[in-house]
């Protein structure tokens, strides 16, 4: 969209209450895929991501299992060693399976509170943290906000790096149908109280 940028491969994910599409742009076109997953990260493709989860389909929520020799009594001495393996590095592939690991294994609440409060902790397991991903001249790629909006209700939530209290927008109380741009001011300062 400028000359000044080169072209970076668009990836979005679109959702309702119910399902998601993920749709990307690039060299050869539009591509849309069903997301059930609902877990959208930057490149690879969306499809090369699905297929990467198949080399972590051994990870488990639950306590592994001595599967290496029946002739060695080896015992699980930390709880969470059925996710060993589970990458961990700032990459977009890593970064997809762990929102991907940590989504389908989280636990919801009946209150839009807890739920809210779960999704930013799973995001929270795939941020990233200033200094930890240098792209260059002592600038670093870090997560600058999160945001969930709960659709029915019209509510945008959303955290910034600088400040993790989670506020709510309430969209339905604007004019959708108005003619001018809304902004809200950011809360960005983290104010402690002692």
Not at 103 to 110: A, E, H, V, Y
């Amino acid at each position: 969209f400028n000359e000044k940028y080169e072209l970076s491969p668009l990836h979005w994910i679109i959702s309702d209450e119910d399902e998601s599409i993920t749709v990307e742009c690039v060299r050869d076109g539009m591509k849309i895929y069903d997301n059930s997953l609902g877990v959208l990260t930057n490149n690879p493709t969306f499809d090369m991501q699905m297929y990467n989860l198949n080399n972590y389909m051994k990870l488990s929520a639950k306590q592994p299992a001595n599967t290496f020799s029946n002739d060695l009594k080896l015992i699980h001495y930390s709880y969470g060693m059925g996710a060993l393996g589970l990458p961990g590095d700032w990459s977009s592939q890593s970064r997809f399976v762990r929102a991907a690991f940590v989504k389908l294994n989280s636990k919801t609440g009946d209150r839009e509170e807890e739920n809210v409060n779960q999704f930013f902790h799973i995001l929270g397991s795939v941020c990233q943290y200033k200094g930890c991903n240098d792209v260059d001249n002592g600038k670093y790629e870090y997560t600058m906000y999160t945001s969930c909006c709960n659709a029915s209700r019209g509510i945008y939530y959303y955290t910034t790096y600088d400040n993790k209290t989670v506020y709510g927008i309430d969209v339905f109380r604007e004019d959708l149908d108005g003619d001018k741009i809304i902004c809200y001011e950011l809360c960005r300062d983290l104010k402690l109280e002692i």
